[in-house]
């Protein structure tokens, strides 16, 4: 049964810090590439950053380059996603996604809410 788990979301004030996971099971975790996606209320889901099955290759949306980290630890099969200099505009629902030529997966979702 293929799982996503996301976790580390929370409440945090402008300028702080969160670091978001992502646990992976039921498929071949090395073989998929993974995106962050996110959704605030309201608006449609963006993609937020994207690395290679590897890890060798990562991607950031114009709105988080700088800020956001993605990484990944095959060994795990987790997913990471070190936000810093966090803005309220960063308010959303964090979701990660696994994707290979053939399979779609989707976490459940993790909440992020950046506030003072």
């Known amino acids: 049964q293929v799982q996503l788990v996301e976790s580390g979301g929370g409440l945090v004030q402008p300028g702080g810090s969160l670091r978001l996971s992502c646990a992976a099971s039921g498929f071949s975790f090395s073989s998929y590439a993974m995106t962050w996606h996110r959704q605030a209320p309201g608006k449609g889901r963006e993609l937020v950053a994207a690395i290679t099955p590897a890890g060798g290759i990562t991607n950031y949306a114009d709105s988080v380059k700088g800020r956001f980290t993605i990484s990944r630890d095959n060994a795990k099969n987790t997913v990471y996603l070190q936000m810093n200099s966090l803005k309220p505009e960063d308010t959303a629902v964090y979701y990660c996604?696994?994707?290979?030529?053939?399979?779609?997966?989707w976490g459940q979702g993790t909440q992020v809410t950046v506030s003072s």
């Open positions: 996604n696994a994707h290979d030529r053939w399979h779609d997966y």
